[in-house]
């Protein structure tokens, strides 16, 4: 009898137990099944601090906010030996990857990091997310407390909750009580931006490299402190496709090792013994290649990581339920069980081979550190911008690469801007990065003068080296270069001192200048701007110059120069002060070659006929970079504007109704002026009042007439297309930095060539950035493509009565990370028409 009682007691014992172990699912703690609608951002926060309440295998960290202020959180998953040394495992993994620089231990957890939802619409990533968590925090779920004995795994339920918010508050409201499949309904149409991008309008998907988004910024803090072996970014695709996992297609960059491909087949083939016992269709191998540094799989890959995407079929189109080209349904719940599946798969594979990816993670760094890949052992870049080279530093120092400042020794090498070897002098203050560090990868990528391309059929840009979308002075080196400095040398005074100063001059080159400008407008302080070229002080000043004259300020009283000192501090510039008016070389101060620059109401033009991605730049850059006001009109209203109340217009990339219609034109020869980009500018090409033309295509030599070439092969189809495309080449502008457009540049400027449009040369207007014969610099480029793109106009100035129209055929503002473009952009709204 006493042995009966000691058995009830210990199985009710037992019961109780498992009762207070019980975690609620996410249906139980939702009140909903997954899958019957979309969960908001904040009951999913609300779920996964529940899961920290109540488990004692994950911890949460709040790493951040979006723009609208949402929470951007991460869980760290372990078992119960590992959750109290988290910190401990990722310092040792640290030394593992050689960033910290102590002896490291081997028998480390495998850190796996699944990412969800960077696109805000594609919204099952989240909700599968919420489904992934439970099964690995289930305590009577035996498989996954296997995988984490010898693994970390991080999830980021959602990249993008403003997002993923647009898209939710759209669908949510809107739909039928039952329902409706059918794809061209209300529900399967989201209205103009979308909820993709982020607030800004920014594709964070394109943003891991450049960081020029907060959420990005935030992130990646975190990111650099753990990196781990594995990495899945998880999206949607069309409505019409199944599900793709890795491996992925080509073309691979050079430097992706073998283990960082073998183990995508390893995972990929986990992945897929789940898919066919459940008889769901994928694909492999296909579309999403790994080229593009800024993606979350490349990136990853870059910093030693098997990065990888996973794509379902559905996307913003899918909604709960909605019927494909086949025929088929495809509901959200299928969705959810699909990422929900991969994402357990990954953990389980990474589980099995934890071994094996922590001894690859570290040889990985230490073949980084010791033997770094490619030709190059050396980056200098010079300092002659001493603003842009600040702004490159934060880059590098946001992604983990060391560097430092000046050498001992002159050195041979790659000249960016010649595209020669050349023997060449390092100064004290010209920035120096060894390839031999940690990150020696993702320095050669970012900083390969040519990206070796395996197939042309590729799914984003191909170029993107840094000196040539930084505009500055670099050379690439065989040669190993010590810098002598850790820290940049002191900078010059903000101000430098003269007692009764005439006027202080701030250099026009770079962003910084810009962000200055802004400012003092702001202040309503009176600035003006050199049309030419001038020294003074021993000083030589750019034409743009920009000069603060004290008699034109009075009101300002004895604040005058403490104002400027805190503005040029704020804004990263220096101030000379001038005691005289009379200039060594170039116009004095009271010549008419001084222009006095005017408070300008600017408008952006945004709405369902503007391009969301080219007017979010805008509006980041304007809001975000430079801080001054900027009206946003919508083009539906734009007819019911008064233009009059406007300086400024500008026209982001899109298809507007009438962009050059006689309402506008008006506005222009009334001293308008009105800013074109990329489509907007084609729009113009040929209408009537406006100089600019289309280039007509290069016709055929009869003798070079090939009369079997439209005999094409079928099978070949995809490929015949790339002779005609362009996906992202550099190219070399001849500039005339002489034109207020091309003022702070050399006479040269490098754009990014998304497209084959090139304009005739205006014949009654001014023809500031042109193409000549090669000016091809790198990048792929189709070979029907590469033949029009020879001397022709891609940023020119019409005046038109007393305004002006600036023709901008490429996007200077290129997804907030083609730097050099922004003084191009500023000179557009600021420096042209006065």
């Not at 699912?25 to 920290?52: I, W």
């Not at 409706?180 to 989201?190: G, K, T, Y």
């Not at 074109?676 to 209408?687: D, H, I, N, P, T």
Request: hydrophobic share 35%; net charge neutral.
């Amino acid at each position: 009898m006493k042995k009966i009682l000691v058995f009830v007691f210990l199985l009710v014992i037992s019961f109780l137990t498992v009762q207070a172990q019980k975690i609620q699912t996410p249906s139980e703690f939702l009140g909903y099944k997954l899958g019957d609608k979309f969960t908001p951002h904040y009951r999913v926060v609300d779920y996964y601090k529940y899961l920290a309440s109540v488990s004692k295998n994950i911890q949460l960290e709040e790493y951040g906010k979006t723009n609208e202020g949402r929470p951007l959180i991460l869980a760290f998953l372990a078992s119960d030996n590992n959750i109290s040394k988290l910190d401990e495992i990722r310092r040792n993994n640290l030394r593992l990857a050689g960033i910290i620089n102590e002896p490291s231990q081997p028998d480390q957890p495998a850190i796996v990091w699944l990412s969800y939802n960077v696109h805000g619409n594609e919204a099952v990533s989240t909700e599968a997310s919420l489904q992934t968590v439970y099964d690995l925090l289930d305590p009577s779920n035996q498989r996954t407390k296997i995988w984490l004995q010898n693994t970390v795994v991080v999830l980021d339920p959602c990249l993008n909750p403003d997002g993923r918010e647009r898209y939710v508050n759209f669908y949510n409201p809107i739909k039928n009580i039952v329902p409706d499949a059918l794809p061209f309904s209300r529900e399967h149409v989201e209205p103009w931006p979308g909820g993709r991008a982020n607030h800004y309008y920014f594709d964070l998907n394109r943003d891991w490299a450049w960081q020029s988004q907060i959420e990005t910024q935030q992130r990646m803090i975190v990111y650099n402190k753990w990196l781990p072996q594995v990495h899945v970014d998880f999206h949607e695709q069309g409505i019409n496709e199944p599900y793709y996992f890795a491996p992925a297609a080509e073309p691979y960059h050079q430097d992706i090792t073998k283990w960082q491909r073998e183990f995508q087949t390893i995972i990929g083939k986990n992945n897929a013994r789940y898919f066919d016992r459940n008889g769901w269709m994928y694909f492999t191998r296909e579309r999403f290649d790994l080229l593009y540094p800024s993606y979350g799989d490349t990136y990853p890959i870059y910093n030693g990581s098997v990065g990888m995407t996973y794509e379902q079929g559905g996307s913003g189109r899918a909604g709960l339920t909605v019927i494909n080209s086949d025929g088929d349904t495809l509901t959200l719940k299928d969705r959810i069980e699909h990422h929900h599946t991969t994402g357990l798969s990954t953990v389980e594979a990474v589980s099995q081979n934890a071994s094996k990816a922590i001894t690859e993670f570290k040889n990985y760094f230490t073949e980084s550190k010791s033997n770094p890949p490619g030709e190059y052992n050396s980056y200098v870049i010079k300092g002659e911008n001493i603003e842009k080279l600040k702004t490159l530093a934060t880059l590098l120092q946001r992604n983990g690469i060391e560097f430092g400042y000046g050498s001992a020794k002159g050195a041979q090498g790659y000249n960016y801007f010649t595209g020669k070897r050349e023997t060449f002098k390092v100064e004290n203050n010209d920035l120096v990065i060894t390839a031999y560090q940690p990150k020696s990868v993702l320095l050669k990528v970012l900083f390969e003068p040519q990206t070796f391309i395996s197939d042309s059929a590729t799914y984003d840009i191909t170029a993107w080296s840094l000196p040539y979308a930084f505009g500055l002075q670099a050379y690439a080196t065989s040669e190993t270069l010590k810098p002598l400095s850790a820290e940049a040398p002191e900078a010059q005074n903000i101000m430098n001192d003269v007692s009764d100063p005439v006027a202080y001059i701030a250099n026009w080159n770079s962003l910084a200048d810009v962000k200055f400008l802004a400012q003092l407008l702001k202040n309503n302080i009176k600035v003006r701007y050199s049309e030419i070229p001038f020294e003074t002080g021993g000083k030589r000043f750019n034409a743009g110059s920009l000069i603060i004259a004290r008699t034109s300020n009075d009101n300002l009283g004895k604040e005058f120069k403490q104002i400027l000192k805190n503005l040029a501090l704020a804004s990263g510039v220096s101030l000379q002060a001038i005691s005289s008016a009379y200039v060594d070389k170039g116009a004095d101060l009271g010549s008419d070659k001084i222009r006095l620059i005017r408070k300008p109401k600017i408008m952006a033009v945004t709405g369902e006929s503007a391009s969301s991605l080219s007017f979010g730049e805008v509006w980041h850059f304007f809001e975000q970079q430079i801080k001054y006001p900027l009206t946003v009109i919508r083009s539906e209203d734009f007819s019911r504007i008064n233009l009059n109340e406007f300086d400024v217009i500008i026209l982001p990339d899109g298809s507007y109704a009438d962009p050059g219609n006689e309402k506008i034109q008006q506005w222009i020869r009334g001293g308008g002026k009105l800013i074109a980009m990329e489509g907007a500018v084609s729009q113009l090409a040929g209408k009537k009042g406006f100089d600019l033309k289309n280039k007509e295509e290069v016709k055929k030599n009869e003798k070079d007439t090939n009369l079997y070439e439209d005999l094409k092969v079928y099978e070949n189809r995809d490929r015949e297309n790339v002779r005609k495309n362009i996906p992202g080449a550099i190219y070399k502008v001849n500039l005339d930095n002489t034109h207020p457009l091309g003022f702070g540049f050399p006479g040269f400027y490098y754009t990014l060539k998304l497209d084959d449009k090139v304009y005739q040369y205006l014949s009654d207007g001014w023809n500031v950035g042109v193409l000549k014969k090669d000016n091809y610099v790198t990048g792929f480029v189709g070979a029907q493509v590469k033949k029009k793109l020879v001397d022709g106009l891609l940023f020119g100035v019409q005046e038109m009565g007393s305004g002006s129209v600036v023709y901008l055929a490429d996007d200077p503002l290129f997804r907030s990370f083609w730097e050099n473009g922004k003084l191009l952009f500023s000179n557009a709204v600021f420096m042209v028409g006065h």
